[in-house]
DNA sequence: CACTCACTTAAACGATTAAACAATTATTTA
DNA sequence: TAAATAATTGTTTAATCGTTTAAGTGAGTG
């Protein structure tokens, strides 16, 4: 991005665009963050847990998928710190996470399925 | 999600929740939007272009990719109504789209990066 | 009319990803 | 402590996705 030129000037500032701005890695890490919600089914948990707080064989049963599978997902979404846990007894408790970006990926989603024209829940 | 139960009764409204509100096809179709900026270097280029107007080749310099790998991922994008192209003579020229799926993705990532400590355009 | 440039398309390869299944860990209860 | 249940982990298989290479289309130019 230094001192490179365009290959055509038609007098944009294009590549000024990138200069002292994001840098590579944040495209990375923003990127990161949809494709967390980029699978239909992880994002149907997302939703869930942005509304309940539940077990996973029964987040299993609503979104009718297997245990192991909704485990997994489960986790891809914990780590990114996008859902939060609780331990009671024998089970495992999800619920959305208190953070930032899990606040920014509801309201996008919602805005998301407004602008589609669904149901708001 | 009918007249199902439960595996466990926690007293959550678990199953309600997707009763009467979303459809399956509204979380896959908004799961497709995220996808398309799930991917850094379609990110890259939707926030460029949320930003400027310019040709393939241009964008590639600026995103240091091949002419061909741009084109994809213009296409995709395209496709989807995120960015809009317009021809002018030898060059085909792109930009974002004007639509809310647009304006809203690019809101989302502007706030993304700014909950992660970037510097905004 | 041929040449060049800008872009698109198509095919192929490599890498990532999800789902299904089996096995393991951990906790409660008998 | 043994049995039962909930959840996690690891593995395999299949599919999806992104990139690259090469060929093809079309517009402008000498």
Do not use: W
């Amino acid at each position: 991005m230094e001192n490179k030129k365009l290959p055509h000037d038609h007098g944009t500032h294009t590549l000024e665009i990138f200069k002292g701005t994001y840098e590579n890695r944040s495209f990375e890490d923003a990127a990161d963050i949809f494709s967390l919600v980029s699978d239909s089914t992880r994002l149907k948990i997302f939703c869930l847990l942005c509304h309940t707080e539940d077990c996973v064989i029964n987040i299993a049963a609503a979104v009718q998928m297997s245990s192991p599978a909704v485990s997994h997902h489960l986790r891809v979404l914990k780590n990114a710190r996008l859902i939060s846990s609780r331990k009671a007894g024998k089970e495992v408790y999800y619920t959305v996470a208190d953070t930032r970006e899990a606040e920014l990926l509801h309201a996008a989603v919602d805005k998301m399925m407004e602008i589609r024209g669904c149901d708001t829940l």
